[in-house]
C-alpha cells in the first residue's frame, strides 16, 4: 500500500518522519531543501511528460483562460486538470499556473493539448495551503503574469480561481486588466486538517462576493456561497466516459463478489468501517486503489483486504473492470458532507454501483436511486447485496448518468455562464 521507494530502510525513516512531523513545519522545511535528497531517497519521477511549447495563438472575441490552481497539474488526476482539458478541446487556449516544487517547469511547457503549463514567479507548491498572497510574493506573482501577458498576447482573459489564497492576485488582475474572476468551489477548504482554516476563510470571504460568477461542486457549497454571492451555480463533478464506459458489465459470482474503491486513502477514510464489513463476508475481495502517504491509519490486516496504493490514471480502467460494487466508506464531517466525488461519476460511466456512507451532497442522487446510502457495515452489506440484485437494467441505468455527466458537458455548461458574466472590461495599456 506504501509507494514502493518507501521499502528500503531510509524510505521507512522518511515515512516516519513525515507521519510524526505536523504538516506545517513540514511544508516550512520544504520550502528551504528537499529531504528526499537528504535522505539520499529516489522518488519516482512524475506520472506526466511535458510537451512542446504550443500555446496556439490568440482568437478574436473568444477568452483564453487562466488556471489558478489548488493542485499540481502532476497530481492526482481529478476536477482541475479534467476540467481544464475539456476547455482546451473547445477550442479556449488554456494556461494552468505551475508552481515552484518537485517536477514542475521553470520556464513554461506544454501540458496537453491547447493547455500551457505557465509558472507563477514567487509561490511555492505549499503556499496556497497556510499562507496568506501579500507582499512580495503577490509582487511577484503579478510581475511573471504580467510578463506573460505580453509574450503570450493575453488581452480577453477568464480567470478560473480554484482556491481562496488566489483572491488577492485575482482582484488585482482584474482591476489592472479586466479580467473577470470565476471562483470553482471544489471544497470546504477550511475543513481540510492540512490547511491552515483561519487564513483560508479570510480569503474566501474576500474572495467569493467579489467574483464575477462562482460555480461549487455541491449544493451544499453553492448555497453557502449564494449567501455572499447571488451569481453562484452548481457545476457538478462529472467523468471520461470515454475511459470508462467502455468496459465490460459486471458479472458477479454468487457469494463471491469484488468490492473497490478508487481515490485517496486519507483522514476521512472510515478504516474501521472497512475492516468490520470485511470481517462480516470473509468471502468478499476488497481492493483499494489510491495513496494512503500522509496519514497514520490503522490497516485490516485481513486476507480478503487488498490495497493497490497509488496508480496511474490510465491503469484505472483495468482495475475496475475487476469491480462488482464500489464502496466509498467516508467519515462524516463538514468536508464530506460538502464533496461530490469524482469516483461516483467513473463508477457509474464503468456500470458499478456505488454504496456509501449517507453524506448530504448524495442524497439527490440517491433519490434517483444512482447510489445507494449505508450508515453501518451490515447495511453496507446488505446494500452491496441489493446492487448486485439490480441486475442489467441497473447497470444501463448508471451507464446512462455516466454518459449525460461528462467534462465536455460540464466545460460546455460553464462557458455559456462565462459568456453572460457580461460587462467584458477592456484591457487597458500598459
Known amino acids: 500500500m506504501r509507494p514502493q521507494w518507501e521499502s528500503g530502510l531510509r524510505g521507512k525513516v522518511y515515512a516516519r518522519l513525515r507521519r510524526a512531523i505536523p504538516i506545517g513545519w513540514r511544508r516550512a522545511l520544504r520550502r528551504r531543501v ?45 476536477r482541475p486538470q479534467q476540467l481544464t482539458e475539456a476547455l482546451a478541446r473547445r477550442g479556449r487556449r488554456v494556461f494552468y499556473g505551475s508552481l515552484a516544487g518537485s517536477g514542475e517547469p ?27 498572497l501579500d507582499a512580495r510574493p503577490l509582487e511577484k506573482a503579478l510581475a511573471g503574469i504580467a510578463a506573460a501577458r505580453e509574450r503570450f498576447d493575453l488581452q480577453r482573459v477568464v480567470q478560473f480561481v480554484e482556491s481562496p489564497y488566489w483572491g488577492p492576485l485575482a482582484l488585482v488582475l482584474r482591476d489592472r486588466f479586466g479580467w473577470p474572476i470565476v471562483y470553482d468551489c471544489l471544497d470546504a477548504h477550511a475543513e481540510f486538517s492540512t490547511n491552515r482554516p483561519g487564513v483560508l ?16 461542486t455541491s449544493e451544499s457549497l453553492r448555497q453557502r456561497m449564494a449567501e455572499w454571492n447571488p451569481v453562484s451555480r452548481l457545476l457538478p463533478n462529472a467523468c471520461d466516459f470515454e475511459l470508462f464506459g467502455s468496459l465490460p458489465a459486471p458479472s458477479p459470482s454468487p457469494g463471491w463478489l469484488t468490492v473497490g474503491y478508487v481515490g485517496a486513502v486519507d483522514e476521512w477514510f472510515d478504516m474501521a468501517l ?28 485481513l486476507s480478503n483486504v487488498v490495497f493497490y496504493g497509488e496508480v496511474p490514471y490510465l491503469d484505472l480502467p483495468r482495475l475496475r473492470a475487476r469491480f462488482d460494487v464500489e464502496i466509498i466508506p467516508f467519515r462524516l464531517s463538514p468536508l ?10 467513473e463508477a457509474a460511466a464503468a456500470g458499478r454501483t456505488i454504496v456509501a456512507t449517507p453524506m448530504y451532497s448524495l442524497e439527490p442522487l440517491a433519490r434517483r436511486k444512482l447510489v445507494r446510502l449505508a450508515d453501518t457495515p451490515e447495511e453496507f452489506a446488505r446494500e452491496i447485496e441489493a446492487a448486485v440484485a439490480a441486475g442489467p437494467e441497473n447497470v444501463r441505468r448508471l451507464r446512462d448518468f455516466g454518459r449525460q455527466n461528462t467534462w465536455d458537458i460540464r466545460a460546455a455548461t460553464l462557458e455559456d455562464w462565462m459568456e453572460e458574466i457580461g460587462d467584458w472590461r477592456l484591457p487597458i495599456g500598459d
Open 336 to 345: 464530506t458532507h460538502a464533496t461530490d466525488p469524482v469516483k461516483l461519476y
Open 106 to 132: 521553470e520556464e513554461p511547457v506544454g501540458a496537453a493539448p491547447g493547455v500551457t503549463l505557465l509558472p507563477i514567479d514567487g509561490i511555492r507548491r505549499e503556499d496556497p495551503s497556510d499562507r496568506r
Open 34 to 78: 528537499r529531504p528526499e535528497r537528504i535522505l539520499g531517497i529516489q522518488k519516482p519521477p512524475v506520472d506526466i511528460r511535458p510537451l512542446p511549447l504550443d500555446p496556439g495563438v490568440s482568437q478574436s472575441g473568444r477568452a483564453d483562460i487562466l488556471v489558478l490552481p489548488v493542485v499540481a497539474w502532476s497530481y492526482r488526476r481529478q
Open 201 to 216: 476563510a479570510d480569503a474566501e470571504k474576500s474572495l467569493a462576493p467579489a467574483a464575477d460568477l462562482i460555480v461549487a
Open 274 to 301: 472497512l475492516e468490520r464489513l470485511a470481517s462480516l463476508r470473509p468471502k468478499w475481495q476488497f481492493e483499494i486503489v489510491g495513496g494512503m502517504e500522509d496519514v497514520a491509519l490503522e490497516v485490516p490486516r
